[in-house]
């Protein structure tokens, strides 16, 4: 079966950093799609940013360019979420996704099938 988890999670204060991780199991991983989400309470799920494992093509949310950095473990089923200059802003639960997509860059919450349970990120300040 399918298997992501997350870890790295907690609370931090505002100019803090914290790096998130997935592992992933399961999976054919070359080429996949993997991205992360965050959602707050009564608000839809939004995409911070998401890797094509094996490629060079990253996409960040707006809110979070400058600030955060996607990458690929030398295992090529971890991806890290390095989260600096953290704002309670950024206060949410973070999803770790992983799908086979042709356009990485433009993935949808519904375009994933695979997610992990999530973890709490949050930052006060």
């Known amino acids: 079966q399918v298997q992501l988890v997350e870890s790295g999670g907690g609370s931090v204060q505002a100019g803090g950093a914290l790096r998130l991780s997935c592992v992933a199991a399961g999976y054919t991983y070359s080429s996949v799609c993997m991205a992360w989400f965050r959602q707050v309470p009564g608000k839809e799920r939004e995409r911070v940013a998401s890797?094509?494992?094996?490629?060079?093509?990253?996409n960040y949310a707006d809110s979070v360019k400058g600030r955060f950095t996607i990458s690929q473990g030398t295992a090529k089923n971890t991806v890290y979420l390095q989260m600096n200059s953290l704002e309670p802003e950024d206060t949410a639960m973070y999803y770790c996704?992983?799908?086979?997509?042709?356009?990485?860059?433009?993935?949808?919450?519904?375009?994933?099938?695979?997610w992990g349970q999530g973890i709490q990120v949050t930052v006060s300040s």
């Open positions: 890797i094509v494992i094996g490629g060079g093509i990253t």
């Open positions: 996704a992983a799908e086979y997509l042709r356009h990485c860059g433009l993935a949808r919450p519904t375009d994933f099938h695979y």
